[in-house]
T-cell receptor, first 114, second 113 residues
Framework: DVKVTQSSRYLVKRTGEKVFLECVQD?????MFWYRQDPGLGLRLIYFSYDVKMKEKGDIPEGYSVSREKKERFSLILESASTNQTSMYLC?????????????FGPGTRLTVT | RKEVEQDPGPFNVPEGATVAFNCTYS??????FFWYRQDCRKEPKLLMS???SGNEDGRFTAQLNRASQYISLLIRDSKLSDSATYLC??????????????FGRGTQLTVWP
């Protein structure tokens, strides 16, 4: 059974803090993704990675950075958290080869920035 | 223009009803299509892939119209447990975004007793 885990389910941080969100997958998937989900806006892609040390900007990368030092782990970093980054953050992974492969999501981290 | 557009609803239907969701996609070169389901406060999960010839999985039928760039999902004999948000999803086949999925904003369905 594929498993994508995220380090926290709920997180409360103060404005200006540096925030790390960790994601780990156990299926040796090449592709990993970070999304945020907000009411009325759906899932928006922040960054994705298709290999170790590789990263690509998604649709809303501003204010975020990522790190992929190992294949199974993809970290999202908020360098200086702001209130408009309060959101649900979802990590996902997927095999690269084969366009029909399913994308698996972690349970999400609900981040509140005060 | 968004890659994937779908009617957000909400759709409120009684148990036993048939309900259909539609979505359109903008990239004519897209090759793979999916419907994902997201329950309240949960992560999205794959409901079914959509094949060119159309496909059925129990009460669920998915159709693809490449000429119109249109995907549909039909749910027959709705159950209370079908209440969820349904996400239309399209795969990108372009260069460095290979493997990226584009998600619609979702259509919310509530089935009432």
């Amino acid at each position: 059974d594929v498993k994508v885990t995220q380090s926290s389910r709920y997180l409360v941080k103060r404005t200006g803090e540096k925030v790390f969100l960790e994601c780990v997958q156990d299926m040796d998937h090449e592709n990993m993704f970070w999304y945020r989900q907000d009411p009325g806006l759906g899932l928006r892609l922040i960054y994705f990675s298709y290999d170790v040390k590789m990263k690509e900007k998604g649709d809303i990368p501003e204010g975020y950075s990522v790190s992929r030092e190992k294949k199974e782990r993809f970290s999202l970093i908020l360098e200086s958290a702001s209130t408009n980054q309060t959101s649900m953050y979802l990590c996902a992974s997927r095999e690269r080869q084969g366009a029909t492969h399913e994308q698996y999501f972690g349970p999400g981290t609900r981040l509140t920035v005060t | 223009r968004k890659e994937v557009e779908q009617d957000p609803g909400p759709f409120n239907v009684p148990e036993g009803a048939t309900v259909a969701f539609n979505c359109t996609y903008s990239n004519s070169a897209s090759q793979s299509f999916f419907w994902y389901r997201q329950d309240c406060r949960k992560e999205p999960k794959l409901l079914m892939s959509v094949y060119s010839s159309g496909n059925e999985d129990g009460r669920f039928t998915a159709q693809l119209n490449r000429a119109s760039q249109y995907i549909s999902l039909l749910i027959r004999d709705s159950k209370l447990s079908d209440s969820a948000t349904y996400l239309c999803v399209v795969n990108s086949d372009r260069g460095s975004t290979l493997g990226r999925l584009y998600f619609g904003r979702g259509t919310q369905l509530t089935v009432w007793p």
